[in-house]
């Protein structure tokens, strides 16, 4: 159980830390729209990438506290941060194109 509760933070942490991240350059882009139109073209894929890795962050919050306080949904929290992982993959291979 250990060491899945390390993993439920390595993810808790990875999300948080992308999502404020992006929510940095999210700031930075909508401040320099002014000046550089061709930001704002790029703007809805970032708002989507930041809310993927802030939902990321929101599973790994819940899978971590519901394994830690042994809460009875824990197992199905469990599997809640593949949905975000693998929007966030969908979303990279999607760039490629």
Known sequence: MKYLQILNAAVLVTGAAMAINLAVVCLLYVVHVGSEPRLATDLPRLYALTG??????????????????????????????AVPILGVVVFLLRLGR
């Open 52 to 81: 993927l890795f802030a939902a990321l962050f929101g599973a790994g919050a819940g899978a971590f506290f519901a394994q830690r306080r042994r809460w009875p949904a824990r197992w199905l929290l469990q599997a809640l941060p």
